[in-house]
Protein backbone atom coordinates (compact mmCIF):
# COMPACT_ATOMS: atom_id res chain seq x y z
CA UNK A 1 0.00 0.00 0.00
CA UNK A 2 1.32 3.18 -0.80
CA UNK A 3 3.71 4.95 1.40
CA UNK A 4 3.17 3.27 4.62
CA UNK A 5 3.20 5.84 7.34
CA UNK A 6 3.98 5.11 10.88
CA UNK A 7 2.51 7.34 13.49
CA UNK A 8 5.05 8.55 15.52
CA UNK A 9 3.16 9.28 19.48
CA UNK A 10 4.61 11.03 22.39
CA UNK A 11 2.86 10.28 25.33
CA UNK A 12 1.06 13.37 25.21
CA UNK A 13 -0.80 12.57 22.04
CA UNK A 14 -3.57 10.03 20.85
CA UNK A 15 -3.21 6.94 20.82
CA UNK A 16 -1.68 4.87 17.95
CA UNK A 17 -4.38 3.86 14.94
CA UNK A 18 -1.45 2.45 13.42
CA UNK A 19 0.20 3.14 9.53
CA UNK A 20 -1.43 6.13 7.57
CA UNK A 21 -3.83 5.23 4.64
CA UNK A 22 -6.41 6.32 1.78
CA UNK A 23 -9.16 4.57 1.38
CA UNK A 24 -12.40 4.50 -0.47
CA UNK A 25 -15.99 4.55 0.29
CA UNK A 26 -18.22 2.41 -2.25
CA UNK A 27 -21.35 3.03 -2.63
CA UNK A 28 -23.98 1.16 -4.65
CA UNK A 29 -26.60 3.51 -6.39
CA UNK A 30 -25.34 3.05 -9.77
CA UNK A 31 -26.71 2.15 -12.52
CA UNK A 32 -25.39 -1.40 -13.81
CA UNK A 33 -23.39 -1.23 -10.71
CA UNK A 34 -20.50 -3.59 -11.28
CA UNK A 35 -20.68 -6.95 -9.44
CA UNK A 36 -18.81 -7.53 -6.40
CA UNK A 37 -15.82 -9.43 -7.73
CA UNK A 38 -15.68 -6.59 -10.84
CA UNK A 39 -15.39 -3.90 -7.78
CA UNK A 40 -12.60 -6.47 -5.90
CA UNK A 41 -10.64 -6.66 -9.26
CA UNK A 42 -10.08 -2.83 -9.41
CA UNK A 43 -9.52 -2.07 -5.72
CA UNK A 44 -6.54 -4.34 -6.23
CA UNK A 45 -5.50 -2.83 -9.61
CA UNK A 46 -5.68 0.71 -7.76
CA UNK A 47 -3.74 -0.49 -4.49
CA UNK A 48 -6.24 -0.06 -2.62
CA UNK A 49 -6.38 -1.30 0.69
CA UNK A 50 -9.18 0.12 3.25
CA UNK A 51 -12.80 0.29 1.83
CA UNK A 52 -15.64 1.33 3.56
CA UNK A 53 -19.17 -0.53 2.73
CA UNK A 54 -22.35 1.19 3.73
CA UNK A 55 -23.84 -1.93 4.77
CA UNK A 56 -22.93 -5.90 5.14
CA UNK A 57 -23.50 -7.23 1.92
CA UNK A 58 -22.84 -10.55 1.74
CA UNK A 59 -21.61 -11.26 -1.78
CA UNK A 60 -19.26 -8.47 -1.73
CA UNK A 61 -17.64 -9.54 1.91
CA UNK A 62 -17.57 -12.89 0.19
CA UNK A 63 -15.73 -11.46 -2.86
CA UNK A 64 -13.26 -9.29 -0.08
CA UNK A 65 -12.26 -12.97 1.30
CA UNK A 66 -8.28 -13.62 1.08
CA UNK A 67 -7.64 -10.51 -0.27
CA UNK A 68 -6.34 -8.72 2.79
CA UNK A 69 -8.26 -5.84 1.96
CA UNK A 70 -9.38 -3.96 5.32
CA UNK A 71 -12.98 -3.67 5.65
CA UNK A 72 -15.45 -0.97 7.01
CA UNK A 73 -19.07 -3.01 7.72
CA UNK A 74 -22.09 -0.66 8.69
CA UNK A 75 -24.73 -1.01 10.17
CA UNK A 76 -27.67 1.25 7.70
CA UNK A 77 -29.67 4.13 9.41
CA UNK A 78 -32.52 1.76 8.94
CA UNK A 79 -31.38 -0.93 11.22
CA UNK A 80 -30.06 1.62 13.84
CA UNK A 81 -33.35 1.19 16.09
CA UNK A 82 -33.70 -2.43 16.33
CA UNK A 83 -29.85 -2.91 17.50
CA UNK A 84 -29.72 0.12 20.02
CA UNK A 85 -32.90 -1.30 21.74
CA UNK A 86 -31.80 -5.10 21.69
CA UNK A 87 -28.78 -7.09 22.91
CA UNK A 88 -29.91 -10.10 21.15
CA UNK A 89 -30.51 -7.78 17.51
CA UNK A 90 -27.18 -6.78 17.86
CA UNK A 91 -25.75 -9.84 18.74
CA UNK A 92 -27.29 -11.56 15.97
CA UNK A 93 -26.02 -8.65 13.24
CA UNK A 94 -23.00 -9.72 14.35
CA UNK A 95 -23.24 -12.88 13.97
CA UNK A 96 -24.65 -12.70 10.52
CA UNK A 97 -22.17 -9.92 8.88
CA UNK A 98 -19.18 -10.07 11.08
CA UNK A 99 -19.09 -13.86 12.32
CA UNK A 100 -19.74 -15.46 9.24
CA UNK A 101 -17.07 -13.53 7.02
CA UNK A 102 -14.24 -13.50 9.77
CA UNK A 103 -11.05 -13.99 9.19
CA UNK A 104 -11.27 -15.00 5.49
CA UNK A 105 -12.53 -11.28 5.21
CA UNK A 106 -10.39 -8.67 7.02
CA UNK A 107 -12.88 -6.67 8.66
CA UNK A 108 -12.02 -3.87 11.03
CA UNK A 109 -14.64 -2.01 12.24
CA UNK A 110 -18.27 -1.43 12.36
CA UNK A 111 -19.66 2.37 11.39
CA UNK A 112 -22.96 2.41 13.04
CA UNK A 113 -25.59 4.29 10.95
CA UNK A 114 -24.44 7.29 9.34
CA UNK A 115 -24.22 11.29 10.75
CA UNK A 116 -27.10 9.75 12.92
CA UNK A 117 -27.16 13.02 15.04
CA UNK A 118 -27.62 15.11 12.74
CA UNK A 119 -29.78 13.28 9.98
CA UNK A 120 -31.45 11.20 11.96
CA UNK A 121 -31.71 12.54 15.89
CA UNK A 122 -34.86 10.65 16.43
CA UNK A 123 -32.16 7.50 17.11
CA UNK A 124 -29.40 9.81 18.95
CA UNK A 125 -31.35 8.49 22.61
CA UNK A 126 -30.37 4.80 21.35
CA UNK A 127 -27.29 5.56 19.24
CA UNK A 128 -24.78 5.07 22.18
CA UNK A 129 -26.46 1.31 23.08
CA UNK A 130 -26.23 0.42 19.61
CA UNK A 131 -22.37 0.55 19.90
CA UNK A 132 -22.48 -0.96 23.51
CA UNK A 133 -24.49 -3.80 22.12
CA UNK A 134 -22.45 -4.17 18.97
CA UNK A 135 -19.13 -3.94 21.16
CA UNK A 136 -20.62 -7.02 23.62
CA UNK A 137 -21.14 -8.98 20.94
CA UNK A 138 -17.76 -8.89 19.74
CA UNK A 139 -16.05 -9.43 22.92
CA UNK A 140 -18.26 -12.20 23.33
CA UNK A 141 -16.88 -13.76 19.84
CA UNK A 142 -12.68 -12.50 21.17
CA UNK A 143 -13.35 -10.38 18.56
CA UNK A 144 -12.89 -7.10 20.08
CA UNK A 145 -9.38 -6.25 19.72
CA UNK A 146 -9.15 -6.49 15.81
CA UNK A 147 -12.73 -4.97 15.16
CA UNK A 148 -13.48 -1.01 16.43
CA UNK A 149 -16.83 0.09 16.92
CA UNK A 150 -18.04 3.34 16.00
CA UNK A 151 -20.31 6.07 14.35
CA UNK A 152 -19.66 8.60 11.44
CA UNK A 153 -19.99 11.92 12.37
CA UNK A 154 -20.82 15.31 9.95
CA UNK A 155 -18.46 17.81 10.57
CA UNK A 156 -21.40 20.50 11.28
CA UNK A 157 -21.97 18.83 14.92
CA UNK A 158 -18.99 21.38 15.70
CA UNK A 159 -20.25 24.78 16.45
CA UNK A 160 -17.60 27.74 15.71
CA UNK A 161 -15.24 25.49 13.76
CA UNK A 162 -12.36 28.77 13.45
CA UNK A 163 -11.06 29.02 15.16
CA UNK A 164 -10.46 25.10 16.02
CA UNK A 165 -8.75 26.71 19.88
CA UNK A 166 -12.80 27.96 20.31
CA UNK A 167 -14.07 25.04 18.51
CA UNK A 168 -17.18 22.88 20.39
CA UNK A 169 -19.71 20.45 19.97
CA UNK A 170 -23.16 21.34 19.85
CA UNK A 171 -24.18 21.45 23.19
CA UNK A 172 -27.64 20.20 22.19
CA UNK A 173 -25.62 16.98 21.83
CA UNK A 174 -23.75 16.80 24.87
CA UNK A 175 -26.18 13.75 26.69
CA UNK A 176 -25.13 11.37 23.86
CA UNK A 177 -21.59 13.03 22.97
CA UNK A 178 -20.10 12.47 26.38
CA UNK A 179 -20.91 8.47 26.80
CA UNK A 180 -20.19 8.26 23.19
CA UNK A 181 -17.02 9.59 23.80
CA UNK A 182 -16.57 7.97 26.89
CA UNK A 183 -17.36 4.64 25.06
CA UNK A 184 -14.83 5.25 22.48
CA UNK A 185 -11.55 6.31 24.91
CA UNK A 186 -13.11 2.98 27.01
CA UNK A 187 -12.95 0.70 23.83
CA UNK A 188 -9.29 1.78 22.13
CA UNK A 189 -11.98 3.29 19.48
CA UNK A 190 -11.54 6.54 17.28
CA UNK A 191 -13.86 9.26 16.19
CA UNK A 192 -15.03 8.64 12.98
CA UNK A 193 -16.00 12.22 11.29
CA UNK A 194 -17.06 12.87 7.77
CA UNK A 195 -14.90 16.38 6.48
CA UNK A 196 -16.17 18.21 3.11
CA UNK A 197 -14.46 21.38 2.79
CA UNK A 198 -16.77 21.63 -0.69
CA UNK A 199 -19.70 22.04 1.67
CA UNK A 200 -17.52 24.50 3.76
CA UNK A 201 -16.83 26.64 0.99
CA UNK A 202 -20.24 26.28 -0.88
CA UNK A 203 -21.47 28.07 3.13
CA UNK A 204 -23.58 30.66 1.50
CA UNK A 205 -22.05 33.33 4.34
CA UNK A 206 -18.67 31.28 3.67
CA UNK A 207 -15.45 33.52 3.24
CA UNK A 208 -12.98 30.40 2.49
CA UNK A 209 -11.07 31.24 -0.40
CA UNK A 210 -11.11 28.28 -3.01
CA UNK A 211 -6.89 27.72 -2.31
CA UNK A 212 -7.66 27.17 0.90
CA UNK A 213 -10.30 24.50 0.44
CA UNK A 214 -8.31 22.65 -1.87
CA UNK A 215 -4.91 22.55 -0.56
CA UNK A 216 -3.45 24.51 -2.71
CA UNK A 217 -0.15 26.39 -1.72
CA UNK A 218 -0.88 29.67 -0.06
CA UNK A 219 1.72 32.53 0.42
CA UNK A 220 2.14 33.20 4.89
CA UNK A 221 -0.11 36.01 4.78
CA UNK A 222 -2.65 34.05 3.28
CA UNK A 223 -2.77 31.12 5.90
CA UNK A 224 -5.39 31.21 8.32
CA UNK A 225 -4.26 32.04 11.68
CA UNK A 226 -5.81 31.06 15.33
CA UNK A 227 -4.59 33.63 17.34
CA UNK A 228 -5.11 31.58 20.71
CA UNK A 229 -2.48 29.26 19.64
CA UNK A 230 -0.86 30.85 16.63
CA UNK A 231 -1.14 27.73 14.72
CA UNK A 232 -1.07 28.53 11.21
CA UNK A 233 -3.63 26.41 8.68
CA UNK A 234 -2.83 26.38 5.17
CA UNK A 235 -6.30 23.77 4.87
CA UNK A 236 -10.00 23.25 5.34
CA UNK A 237 -9.41 19.99 6.10
CA UNK A 238 -6.52 20.50 8.47
CA UNK A 239 -8.86 23.04 10.36
CA UNK A 240 -12.08 20.78 10.67
CA UNK A 241 -9.93 17.94 11.73
CA UNK A 242 -8.52 20.06 14.39
CA UNK A 243 -11.72 21.77 16.01
CA UNK A 244 -12.95 18.09 16.37
CA UNK A 245 -9.52 17.44 18.21
CA UNK A 246 -10.52 20.59 20.94
CA UNK A 247 -14.07 19.91 20.63
CA UNK A 248 -13.01 16.67 22.44
CA UNK A 249 -10.48 18.38 24.73
CA UNK A 250 -13.53 20.82 25.83
CA UNK A 251 -15.36 17.76 27.34
CA UNK A 252 -11.96 16.61 28.54
CA UNK A 253 -11.03 13.64 26.38
CA UNK A 254 -7.56 14.21 24.60
CA UNK A 255 -6.50 10.47 23.66
CA UNK A 256 -8.75 9.60 21.24
CA UNK A 257 -7.69 9.48 17.35
CA UNK A 258 -9.65 10.81 14.37
CA UNK A 259 -10.34 8.94 10.85
CA UNK A 260 -11.97 10.87 8.49
CA UNK A 261 -14.90 8.34 7.37
CA UNK A 262 -15.95 10.62 3.92
CA UNK A 263 -13.89 13.23 2.03
CA UNK A 264 -13.71 14.43 -1.43
CA UNK A 265 -15.02 16.76 -3.87
CA UNK A 266 -17.48 16.77 -6.73
CA UNK A 267 -16.46 16.58 -10.42
CA UNK A 268 -19.38 17.96 -11.90
CA UNK A 269 -22.60 20.49 -10.57
CA UNK A 270 -25.48 22.10 -11.67
CA UNK A 271 -25.36 26.29 -12.16
CA UNK A 272 -25.30 26.86 -8.61
CA UNK A 273 -22.36 24.95 -8.42
CA UNK A 274 -19.81 26.42 -10.56
CA UNK A 275 -16.73 25.20 -8.52
CA UNK A 276 -17.86 21.55 -8.78
CA UNK A 277 -15.63 20.88 -11.63
CA UNK A 278 -13.64 17.70 -12.89
CA UNK A 279 -10.02 19.75 -12.65
CA UNK A 280 -10.99 20.72 -9.12
CA UNK A 281 -12.13 17.34 -8.01
CA UNK A 282 -8.76 16.04 -9.22
CA UNK A 283 -6.45 18.80 -7.26
CA UNK A 284 -8.60 18.52 -3.91
CA UNK A 285 -8.55 14.47 -4.06
CA UNK A 286 -4.77 14.47 -5.35
CA UNK A 287 -3.73 16.62 -2.77
CA UNK A 288 -5.37 14.77 0.00
CA UNK A 289 -4.03 11.56 -0.71
CA UNK A 290 -0.61 13.32 -0.69
CA UNK A 291 -1.17 15.23 2.80
CA UNK A 292 -2.52 11.86 4.50
CA UNK A 293 0.30 10.05 3.14
CA UNK A 294 3.32 12.85 4.02
CA UNK A 295 3.23 12.30 7.72
CA UNK A 296 2.19 15.94 8.37
CA UNK A 297 -0.25 15.64 10.51
CA UNK A 298 -2.41 18.65 11.36
CA UNK A 299 -1.15 22.08 13.16
CA UNK A 300 -2.31 20.90 16.72
CA UNK A 301 -1.36 17.04 15.97
CA UNK A 302 2.11 17.22 13.68
CA UNK A 303 3.20 14.15 12.56
CA UNK A 304 0.21 12.18 13.22
CA UNK A 305 -1.75 11.66 10.22
CA UNK A 306 -5.37 11.36 9.94
CA UNK A 307 -6.20 8.25 7.76
CA UNK A 308 -9.25 9.10 5.16
CA UNK A 309 -11.40 7.21 3.45
CA UNK A 310 -12.48 9.22 -0.36
CA UNK A 311 -16.25 9.80 -1.20
CA UNK A 312 -16.00 7.66 -3.40
CA UNK A 313 -15.41 4.80 -5.77
CA UNK A 314 -17.63 5.44 -8.15
CA UNK A 315 -20.25 7.74 -9.64
CA UNK A 316 -23.68 7.00 -8.14
CA UNK A 317 -26.16 8.63 -10.79
CA UNK A 318 -28.76 6.88 -8.90
CA UNK A 319 -28.90 9.93 -5.82
CA UNK A 320 -31.37 12.23 -5.66
CA UNK A 321 -30.66 15.96 -5.08
CA UNK A 322 -28.28 17.97 -6.83
CA UNK A 323 -26.39 17.25 -9.70
CA UNK A 324 -23.31 17.11 -7.76
CA UNK A 325 -24.61 14.17 -5.39
CA UNK A 326 -23.99 11.86 -8.74
CA UNK A 327 -20.81 12.92 -9.60
CA UNK A 328 -17.80 12.27 -6.22
CA UNK A 329 -17.01 9.03 -7.60
CA UNK A 330 -13.26 8.67 -8.73
CA UNK A 331 -14.56 6.01 -11.23
CA UNK A 332 -17.57 5.37 -13.32
CA UNK A 333 -19.06 1.89 -13.30
CA UNK A 334 -17.82 0.97 -16.19
CA UNK A 335 -14.00 1.30 -14.86
CA UNK A 336 -13.06 4.57 -16.38
CA UNK A 337 -11.39 6.81 -14.50
CA UNK A 338 -13.73 10.12 -14.19
CA UNK A 339 -10.36 12.29 -14.41
CA UNK A 340 -6.37 11.13 -13.88
CA UNK A 341 -5.18 11.65 -10.35
CA UNK A 342 -2.16 13.96 -9.94
CA UNK A 343 -0.20 11.25 -7.73
CA UNK A 344 3.71 11.51 -8.66
CA UNK A 345 5.45 10.14 -6.05
CA UNK A 346 2.35 8.94 -4.08
CA UNK A 347 3.36 5.40 -4.20
CA UNK A 348 1.71 2.68 -5.82
CA UNK A 349 -1.91 3.47 -3.89
CA UNK A 350 -4.27 4.45 -7.30
CA UNK A 351 -1.36 3.58 -9.22
CA UNK A 352 -3.19 3.17 -12.58
CA UNK A 353 -4.53 6.31 -12.82
CA UNK A 354 -1.05 7.89 -12.00
CA UNK A 355 -0.11 6.90 -15.51
CA UNK A 356 -3.97 6.65 -17.09
CA UNK A 357 -3.01 2.50 -17.60
CA UNK A 358 -6.93 1.39 -18.92
CA UNK A 359 -7.79 -0.73 -21.24
CA UNK A 360 -10.96 -1.96 -23.37
CA UNK A 361 -12.33 -5.18 -23.28
CA UNK A 362 -15.64 -7.12 -24.25
CA UNK A 363 -18.34 -6.86 -22.16
CA UNK A 364 -19.04 -10.84 -20.11
CA UNK A 365 -22.33 -10.45 -21.12
CA UNK A 366 -21.82 -9.33 -25.46
CA UNK A 367 -23.68 -10.65 -28.70
CA UNK A 368 -21.11 -13.46 -29.89
CA UNK A 369 -21.75 -12.03 -33.48
CA UNK A 370 -20.91 -8.35 -32.82
CA UNK A 371 -17.51 -9.63 -30.55
CA UNK A 372 -17.08 -11.26 -34.24
CA UNK A 373 -17.84 -8.23 -35.87
CA UNK A 374 -15.82 -5.97 -33.68
CA UNK A 375 -12.63 -8.44 -34.68
CA UNK A 376 -13.13 -8.54 -38.16
CA UNK A 377 -13.32 -4.82 -37.91
CA UNK A 378 -9.89 -3.85 -35.54
CA UNK A 379 -7.85 -6.36 -37.47
CA UNK A 380 -9.21 -5.16 -40.77
CA UNK A 381 -10.43 -1.21 -41.30
CA UNK A 382 -8.81 -0.29 -37.72
CA UNK A 383 -5.36 -1.59 -38.94
CA UNK A 384 -4.73 -3.44 -35.22
CA UNK A 385 -1.92 -6.14 -35.59
CA UNK A 386 -3.26 -8.90 -34.93
CA UNK A 387 -0.90 -11.44 -35.76
CA UNK A 388 -0.07 -12.39 -31.56
CA UNK A 389 -3.60 -14.06 -32.08
CA UNK A 390 -2.41 -16.49 -34.85
CA UNK A 391 -2.37 -19.99 -34.43
CA UNK A 392 1.19 -20.69 -32.14
CA UNK A 393 1.71 -17.40 -31.08
CA UNK A 394 1.36 -16.12 -27.42
CA UNK A 395 -2.56 -14.56 -27.83
CA UNK A 396 -4.27 -17.56 -29.58
CA UNK A 397 -5.13 -19.06 -26.28
CA UNK A 398 -7.37 -19.15 -25.31
CA UNK A 399 -8.97 -19.51 -28.78
CA UNK A 400 -12.49 -17.86 -28.26
CA UNK A 401 -14.22 -15.10 -29.83
CA UNK A 402 -14.62 -12.87 -26.78
CA UNK A 403 -10.78 -13.30 -25.75
CA UNK A 404 -9.45 -12.97 -29.40
CA UNK A 405 -12.21 -9.96 -29.75
CA UNK A 406 -10.83 -8.52 -26.06
CA UNK A 407 -7.21 -8.13 -27.70
CA UNK A 408 -8.37 -6.47 -31.15
CA UNK A 409 -10.55 -3.89 -29.41
CA UNK A 410 -7.76 -2.83 -26.78
CA UNK A 411 -5.29 -2.85 -29.25
CA UNK A 412 -7.48 -0.34 -31.68
CA UNK A 413 -8.12 1.43 -28.29
CA UNK A 414 -4.71 2.11 -27.11
CA UNK A 415 -3.58 2.77 -31.07
CA UNK A 416 -6.37 5.23 -30.65
CA UNK A 417 -4.26 7.18 -28.21
CA UNK A 418 -7.58 5.87 -25.78
CA UNK A 419 -9.75 8.88 -27.42
CA UNK A 420 -13.58 9.18 -26.23
CA UNK A 421 -15.53 6.82 -28.67
CA UNK A 422 -12.73 4.52 -28.96
CA UNK A 423 -13.66 1.91 -26.58
CA UNK A 424 -18.08 0.88 -27.54
CA UNK A 425 -18.20 -0.80 -30.73
CA UNK A 426 -21.89 -0.75 -31.13
CA UNK A 427 -22.23 -1.45 -26.89
CA UNK A 428 -19.90 -5.09 -26.50
CA UNK A 429 -17.00 -3.18 -24.98
CA UNK A 430 -15.95 -0.79 -22.11
CA UNK A 431 -13.05 0.71 -19.80
CA UNK A 432 -11.45 -1.07 -17.27
CA UNK A 433 -8.45 -0.21 -15.18
CA UNK A 434 -7.85 -4.25 -15.00
CA UNK A 435 -4.72 -5.87 -17.48
CA UNK A 436 -6.08 -8.24 -19.05
CA UNK A 437 -2.82 -9.15 -20.07
CA UNK A 438 -2.52 -13.40 -19.06
CA UNK A 439 0.89 -15.73 -19.73
CA UNK A 440 2.94 -14.34 -22.30
CA UNK A 441 0.22 -12.49 -23.93
CA UNK A 442 0.75 -8.86 -22.96
CA UNK A 443 -1.84 -6.57 -23.84
CA UNK A 444 -0.81 -3.27 -25.72
CA UNK A 445 -1.32 -0.78 -23.02
CA UNK A 446 0.19 -2.54 -20.22
CA UNK A 447 2.82 -0.85 -18.22
CA UNK A 448 1.44 2.61 -19.45
CA UNK A 449 2.42 2.19 -22.88
CA UNK A 450 -0.02 3.53 -25.60
CA UNK A 451 0.12 2.12 -28.73
CA UNK A 452 0.85 4.42 -31.29
CA UNK A 453 -2.22 7.05 -32.57
CA UNK A 454 -2.86 7.22 -36.46
CA UNK A 455 -4.88 9.60 -38.38
CA UNK A 456 -7.98 10.06 -38.29
CA UNK A 457 -8.42 8.68 -41.45
CA UNK A 458 -7.65 5.50 -40.90
CA UNK A 459 -11.02 4.46 -40.05
CA UNK A 460 -11.92 4.05 -43.14
CA UNK A 461 -10.95 0.66 -45.50
CA UNK A 462 -7.91 0.60 -47.46
CA UNK A 463 -6.85 -2.15 -49.57
CA UNK A 464 -4.39 -3.28 -47.27
CA UNK A 465 -7.11 -3.77 -44.56
CA UNK A 466 -6.80 -7.54 -44.08
CA UNK A 467 -3.14 -7.85 -44.08
CA UNK A 468 -2.98 -9.06 -40.61
CA UNK A 469 -4.54 -12.37 -41.35
CA UNK A 470 -7.71 -11.64 -38.64
CA UNK A 471 -10.32 -12.17 -41.69
CA UNK A 472 -9.58 -15.06 -42.69
CA UNK A 473 -8.77 -16.71 -39.20
CA UNK A 474 -10.87 -15.29 -36.72
CA UNK A 475 -14.44 -15.35 -38.69
CA UNK A 476 -16.02 -18.61 -37.47
CA UNK A 477 -18.49 -19.27 -40.14
CA UNK A 478 -20.77 -17.72 -42.23
CA UNK A 479 -19.76 -16.59 -45.22
CA UNK A 480 -17.61 -13.37 -46.01
CA UNK A 481 -20.67 -11.24 -47.05
CA UNK A 482 -22.11 -11.46 -44.14
CA UNK A 483 -18.52 -10.53 -42.30
CA UNK A 484 -18.53 -7.76 -44.11
CA UNK A 485 -22.13 -6.49 -43.37
CA UNK A 486 -21.48 -6.80 -39.87
CA UNK A 487 -18.22 -5.05 -40.21
CA UNK A 488 -19.84 -1.55 -41.73
CA UNK A 489 -22.22 -1.61 -39.22
CA UNK A 490 -19.57 -1.50 -36.56
CA UNK A 491 -17.52 1.28 -38.74
CA UNK A 492 -20.80 3.36 -38.83
CA UNK A 493 -21.24 2.75 -35.12
CA UNK A 494 -17.44 3.42 -34.42
CA UNK A 495 -17.56 6.89 -36.61
Known sequence: MAVLIIFHLLAMFVPALGDAFVGVNIGSAVTNMPSPTEVVALLKTQGIEHVRLYDADRAMLRALANTGIRVIVSVPNDQLLGIGQSNATAANWVKRNVIAHVPATNITAIAVGSEVLTSLPNAAPVLVSALKFLQAALVAANLDQQIKVSTPHSSFIILDSFPPSQAFFNKTWDPVMVPLLNFLQSTGSYLMLNVYPYYDFMQPNAVIPLDYALFRPLPPNKEAIDSNTNLHYTNV????????????????????????????????????????????????????????????????????????????????????????ENNWGLFYANGAPVYTLHLTNAGTVFANDTTNQTFCVAKSNADTKMLQAALDWACGPGKVDC?????????????????????????????????????????????????????????PGSHGKNGSSINGTSLAPSTNSTNSGCLSQYYNGGSLTRSLILTLILSVAVL
Open 237 to 324: FDAVVDAAYFAMSYLNFTKIPIIVTESGWPSKGDSSEPDATTDNANTYNSNLIRHVLNNSGTPKQPGISVSTYIYELYNEDLRTGAVS
Open 387 to 443: SPLLHGQPCYDPNSVAAHATYAINAYYQQMAKSAGTCDFKGVASVTTTNPSHGSCIF
